[in-house]
């Protein structure tokens, strides 16, 4: 008669078990799908001020944005100049390999300021380009052209 009991028992567990499983699949679909339409909503600007440049996301919908990473970097930004890369800011910077969030509300940006003299540029013209560096990979570039006298 125990055998019975057991048998029912295992057998609930596996239906348990099955149903969940189908419920945690339904709702994988939606959420990848609302994630490429949020992307659009998010717009990325620089703004530059002597040696200084600000890069600020706004998100622009009524919903609060979660920005996955792998490690401790935010954001990256390259100086090229006629079209050869002359400097990234992840290759000369050290960071701790973690998961992490920032999180992108509708009522405040999000910025990062940092200095371009890091760089030792030359007199001369350069593009700079600046992304955030998500654990889904590079998202919200922008960029721009400056001049260093």
């Known amino acids: 008669m125990k055998w019975v009991y057991r048998l ?20 994988k679909e939606p959420n990848e799908t609302k994630e490429e339409n949020v992307t659009e909503a998010v717009a990325a600007s620089l703004q530059k001020n002597g040696s ?5 996301l706004s998100n622009h919908t009524d919903k609060d944005i ?16 006629d079209g050869e890369t002359l400097f990234t800011l992840g290759s000369v910077s050290t960071y701790v390999r973690e998961e ?28 700079l380009r600046v992304w955030m560096t998500t654990s889904d990979g590079p998202k919200y570039e922008n960029g721009m052209n400056f001049e260093i006298e």
């Open 100 to 127: 992490g969030e920032e999180r992108l509300m509708g009522t405040e940006p999000l910025s990062y300021t940092f200095d371009i003299r890091e760089a030792d540029l030359e007199s001369g013209v350069y593009h």
């Open 52 to 56: 200084t440049v600000t890069y600020t």
């Open 8 to 27: 029912l028992l295992g057998f609930g567990v596996l239906v348990l078990a099955a149903c969940s499983g189908t419920s945690d699949n339904e709702h």
């Open 66 to 81: 979660t920005l996955p990473f792998s490690s401790s970097q935010r954001y990256d930004y390259a100086i090229e100049k």
